[in-house]
């Protein structure tokens, strides 16, 4: 990526692409207080630059059916580069697995998992865990209260809010 300066308006773009990636381009100048052509032409800019990576609707896992969340420590017997490779390739292509993190020290990778339920469950354990002879130990933390999910970033100068679930026109 090349070195690419924020100014403010950047940052108030970025802001509210956070809180709300619908807006339309009208709306989105309107908020950040720009024309919409500067709106558009920073946004391209953002994108090109690799800043703005998608846009993606969060979704209710809940309402979907996905009721269950499991925070996963995963420990390899080998921890070579290959090895490594290996099993996160496997990881990241399960649908259960909304997030996948090597770490260190201590296990291998920390996986985010979402299934409907503890036999949607087990048989995300069958696929990935127990069929692999390189996994060594498996810790699960279950999920009893989830109290945030905000996949946000601060930015500097800007302060957390919530805009309104109405557009600006």
Known sequence: MNNLTLDATDLRLLDLLQQDASLSNQDLAA???VSPATCLRRVRRLVEAGI???RVALLSHERLGHGLTA???ITLDRQGAEHLAAFEQRAVADPAVQQSYRVSPGPDFVLVVWAADMPAYQALV??????DANVRQVKAYFSVQRAKFEPAIGLPGVQARAISASPVR
């Open 31 to 33: 908020a950040a207080h």
């Open 52 to 54: 703005i990576e998608r």
């Open 71 to 73: 925070i996963v420590e």
């Open 126 to 131: 069958q696929r990935l865990f127990t069929q």
